[in-house]
C-alpha cells in the first residue's frame, strides 16, 4: 500500500513540473479555454489530458486514505 501511494504522490508531484502547465481547477481550464480564442489547441488539449490525469490521481490518493475500494 505503501508504494501505491508513494507513486500517486510522485505522479501528482510531476503533473506540477511539466512543460505545460496542469490546471488546478477546472474553472482554470475553462478560463484558458475561453481566453484561447481557438488559438493554441494543442496546449488546450495537453492541459485537458494532464488535468484528468490529476483528478484520476487524487480520486485514487483519497480511496487509498479512506480505505475506500477503487471501483464501484
Do not use: C, Y
Not at 488559438?39 to 480520486?59: H, R, Y
Amino acid at each position: 500500500m505503501k508504494n501505491v501511494k508513494e507513486f500517486v504522490a510522485a505522479e501528482l508531484k510531476g503533473l506540477e513540473k511539466g512543460f505545460i502547465a496542469t490546471p488546478a481547477s477546472r474553472q482554470q481550464l475553462e478560463a484558458f479555454a475561453k481566453a484561447n480564442g481557438g488559438s493554441m489547441d494543442i496546449v488546450l488539449m495537453q492541459m485537458a489530458i494532464q488535468f484528468g490525469a490529476k483528478l484520476a490521481l487524487e480520486n485514487v490518493q483519497e480511496a487509498l486514505e479512506f480505505g475506500e475500494p477503487l471501483s464501484k
